[in-house]
């Protein structure tokens, strides 16, 4: 599948499932079955976060329920400013819920600061966040993120929900592009 697109396997499948199951145990130690605010709430960021939101709530071994959020920078000249635009919104009220957001991949950390100022309006009994994968410069952020996956230099991937141009997005692994893809 994509013959000569990918440049190299940054985190393979079997990696990915591993770190997966260990941030579930980590997270399920947090929030325990049986809490009085319910069942923890995963906020999925679409459309990159599919697969491992998918994964990560097989692997938990704690109830959860799922939502999604579909948002978008406005435009790279602009998205400095962190000015994000609602795609698809929450379908129900967070109030009172414990919630977990579940990132894909977290770069400047613009996207996340401003979805956690906004969900944190709604007032939730918690909020924190998972992300499979940071880059150098999310570190610099005021965000406090609780789960990384894998601290990754700072290169464009694809696969596992990530895309360029909407494909490698069915990736199985992480990976590298080829220059010749982005037109070089
Ligand atoms: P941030 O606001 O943290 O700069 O942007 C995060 C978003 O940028 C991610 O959700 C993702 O859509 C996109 N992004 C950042 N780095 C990469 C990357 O290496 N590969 C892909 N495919 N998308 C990325
Ligand atoms: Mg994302
Ligand atoms: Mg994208």
Redesign the pocket.
């Given at each position: 599948m994509y013959e000569g697109d990918i440049a190299s396997v940054l985190i393979s499948e079997d990696q990915i499932r591993d770190k997966t199951a260990e941030l579930a145990a980590a997270i399920a130690e947090k929030f325990p079955e049986g809490q009085p605010e319910g069942d923890l709430l995963l906020v999925g960021?679409l459309k990159?976060a599919i697969f491992f939101m998918t994964d990560l709530a097989r692997a938990l071994p704690i109830p959860t329920q799922m939502e999604f959020m579909a948002v978008s920078?406005y435009g790279s000249s602009t998205?400095s400013s962190g000015v994000v635009r609602i795609l698809k919104d929450l379908d129900k009220d967070i109030a009172g819920r414990h919630v977990l957001i579940v990132?894909?991949?977290?770069?400047?950390?613009?996207?996340?600061s401003w979805l956690m100022r906004n969900l944190s309006t709604r007032n939730p009994a918690s909020l924190s966040v998972v992300t499979l994968?940071r880059?150098p410069?999310?570190t610099k952020i005021d965000v406090d993120v609780e789960w990384v996956g894998f601290d990754i230099p700072n290169?464009?991937?694809?696969g596992y929900g990530?895309?360029?141009a909407e494909r490698y997005r069915d990736l199985p692994y992480i990976g590298t592009l080829e220059p010749h893809v982005y037109g070089g």
């Open positions: 960021v990159g920078s998205s990132e894909d991949i977290i770069d400047s950390g613009l996207t996340l994968l880059k410069e999310a290169e464009f991937v694809v990530l895309d360029y």
